[in-house]
């Protein structure tokens, strides 16, 4: 059972993800499949629209993707956007124009709001956004022309009697001045309802969750980032007891975390194993400075710990936290060329042979923050900054001992309650101390010091692929700096990191 849908089929546009971001804002559901996908696979008394999205292909070119017809008789509304109108056109006899040039931009059409379903209500002259080579030039039989520019005659095209309908340009993206309320004629053509929200979300869940795992057993790995505490409170909610989430400190958190993390959970009533292994995870690190090999010495030993400890629970399901874009990411679907390398528990349901339950799968950050809430998570746990798997030791370059580790969660923690203080925490997507493995002199009283530099981190990102450093105001900085040297035996000096990413990366290994 799922909520109502409009299938998006993606030819590889890089506004795909944008379309599903709209239909959601506007209350739809929206899923994306890859572009070889049949009509039977998308089939279903849940559809109740397809979109067919752009793409850089001609379609004009051999081996260009391609749409599986029956998917138009599938009794359910088509939008084709740019290469996903060339198709319709020209699989259903219409012409093209083979473009020698790309036309990328603004453009401004002539629409037809009186004979339009899609343009119903909106102006005649627009504003929209181009991003295309081919054009239709003339429309299959059947449709009609319901917007052109000078240089396109077919901007876009419709058979209002079967509901297909076509645009050549990206009413996705915030340039097309009518996109929104276009899609939105669209929905109401496919009789959506328009009730997509966080709330039915969890109800949803909840009801498939409970189908999928019945009277099983479920273990989940919750490090209190934001992705695991959700999932860890929807199958709280779906099954109660039967869920045992496992919690591995390894000796690597901000300062206090198990114990933050406890706080935030109690309410709840969670089944969780805390489980401190920082002995493990730090005799293992020992005299070992090589980044690369710290991370395989945290991630080997974190599949060991968690392994061990979960096996104990003899689950039947291995709950994650993946979210909808992990699951593009590493799909390749939208065109996202990144594949995310820091699955840190990467390959675990394979090893440890068990199903996996994950309920975030078809979420957004924004949404499995919205769910959060409304599933009683306090705002300040659902609005934390991440947090790398292998958690300080990326902000400890040089040998990692225990007093280093002890001295940079004492800067840090002075930091993130400055920040928090100032009201900067949530004007910054990511912000954090590091301990750099170098000893500068300082002045301290009457004496002479020789202790380590302490560096500020701090970046507003969208999808933390690039980065911009935040510009933290100077008496800010002046304050967390003065209190870090005073506070914080082994720190005599503090700097700012100033770089963005790229050329650096946000963290420092
Ligand atoms: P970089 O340093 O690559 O970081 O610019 C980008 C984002 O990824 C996080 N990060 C990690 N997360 N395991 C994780 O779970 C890792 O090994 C890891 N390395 C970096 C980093 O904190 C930032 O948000």
């Known amino acids: 059972m799922h909520h109502e849908r409009i299938a998006i089929i993606d030819y590889g546009s890089q506004y795909t993800r944008l379309i599903t971001r709209r239909l959601r804002e506007l209350g739809a559901f929206g899923l994306v499949y890859n572009s070889g996908t049949s009509a039977a696979e998308i089939a279903g008394a849940d559809l109740k629209g397809v ?39 020209r699989n259903l006899g219409g012409q093209l124009h083979r473009a020698t040039s790309r036309e990328y931009g603004k453009a401004e059409i002539t629409a037809s709001p009186e004979t339009s379903l899609l343009f119903e209500g909106l102006p005649h002259a627009q504003q929209v956004w181009m991003s295309h080579g081919d054009h239709v030039e003339v429309a299959p039989e059947g449709f009609a022309v319901t917007a052109k520019t000078p240089g396109v005659p077919v901007a876009a095209m419709e058979n209002a009697a079967r509901r297909i309908y076509g645009i050549q340009f990206h009413p996705e993206v915030t340039h097309s001045a009518q996109g929104t309320p276009l899609l939105l004629n669209f929905l109401k053509s496919c009789g959506m309802a328009l009730d ?8 949803e869940k909840v009801r498939a969750i409970r189908q999928q795992v019945g009277d099983g057993t479920v273990v989940l790995g919750l490090s209190g980032g934001v992705d695991s505490s959700v999932a860890a409170l929807l199958l709280h909610k779906a099954i109660g007891k039967r869920l045992t989430c496992v919690f591995v400190d390894h000796g690597l958190m901000r ?28 005799g293992a690190l020992q005299d070992v ?31 994650q936290g993946t979210t909808y874009p992990d699951v593009i990411e590493s799909s390749g679907i939208g065109g996202a060329i990144l594949v995310k390398s820091h699955h840190n528990v990467g390959g675990l349901p394979e090893r440890m042979k068990l199903k996996l339950v994950e309920p975030l799968r078809e979420l957004f950050k924004d949404e499995v923050r919205a769910t959060g809430l409304a599933l009683g998570l306090p705002e300040e746990m659902n609005q934390r900054h991440p947090f790398p798997g292998p958690g300080l030791a990326v902000r400890l370059p040089g040998a990692i001992t ?63 692929m690039t980065a911009d450093w935040a510009r933290l105001p100077h008496d800010l ?33």
């Open 51 to 89: 979109i067919l999205s752009g793409g850089p292909n001609s379609v004009l070119e051999p081996g260009a993707p391609e749409l599986d017809m029956a998917i138009l008789d599938l009794g359910v509304p088509i939008l084709g956007i740019c290469y996903g109108q060339q198709i319709l056109a």
């Open 402 to 464: 225990r007093e280093r580790v002890a001295i940079l969660q004492n800067a840090d923690a002075i930091f993130l309650q400055e920040l928090r203080e100032s009201g900067w925490y949530a004007k910054t997507s990511q912000a954090f101390a590091v301990l750099l493995p170098v000893q500068t002199v300082g002045i301290m009283g009457d004496e002479r010091t020789y202790e380590a530099i302490c560096a500020l981190r701090a970046v507003t990102s969208e999808d933390f």
């Open 196 to 203: 997509w929200n966080a709330g039915n979300f969890i109800e």
């Open 289 to 319: 400075t090589d980044p690369e090999r710290k991370r395989k010495i945290i991630g080997g030993k974190f599949i060991e710990v968690f392994e061990r400890e979960a096996g104990a629970v003899r689950a039947d399901f291995l709950g």
């Open 477 to 509: 900085l002046e304050k967390i700096a003065q209190r870090i040297v005073n506070e914080v035996k082994g720190i005599n000096r503090v700097v700012f990191d100033i770089t963005s990413k790229p050329p650096a990366t946000i963290e420092y290994e």
């Open 255 to 282: 300062k206090d975390e198990m114990t933050q993390v406890q706080a935030y959970f109690a309410p709840f009533e969670l089944n969780v194993r805390w489980i401190d292994a920082s002995d493990e995870f730090l």
